[in-house]
């Protein structure tokens, strides 16, 4: 069974702007933690950023702090990842994943997180 989707990757020149988007499916969403992350052939998986989806609390890496947003729409259990000022070393494959056990203070780790998405590739060159 599919629990997250992401979509919303592609390729963009340094600068540029992407939004990514991630639907988790309703045993996902609520309560939770809901996390991205990106991780590079070869590299470990990198955490990026991430939020409680039952209140307002998000954290963030510090590669993202001030260049990446992280928001949320409940009603669509959406999660989305707004990403400016892309860098070439942004590039990867994007995951979002949700924690169903953390409440409130959401975790920069991966081994915390439960259902995982397909990823999105992002591509960040000129």
């Known amino acids: 069974q599919v629990r997250m989707v992401e979509s919303g990757g592609g390729s963009v020149q340094p600068g540029g702007s992407l939004r990514l988007s991630c639907v988790a499916s309703p045993d996902t969403y609520g309560n939770n933690c809901v996390g991205w992350?990106?991780?590079?052939?070869?590299?470990?998986?990198e955490a990026v950023a991430a939020l409680y989806s039952g209140g307002s609390m998000t954290i963030y890496a510090d590669s993202a702090k001030g260049r990446f947003t992280i928001a949320q729409d409940n009603a669509k259990r959406t999660v989305y990842l707004q990403?400016?000022?892309?860098?070439?070393e942004d590039t990867g494959i994007y995951y979002c994943a949700a924690d169903l056990k953390t409440r409130a203070f959401c975790k920069l780790e991966d081994t915390t997180y439960d259902y995982w998405g397909q990823g999105t590739q992002v591509?960040?060159?000129s």
């Open 37 to 45: 992350f990106r991780q590079v052939p070869g590299k470990e998986r």
């Open 123 to 125: 591509t960040v060159s």
């Open 83 to 88: 990403m400016n000022s892309l860098k070439p």
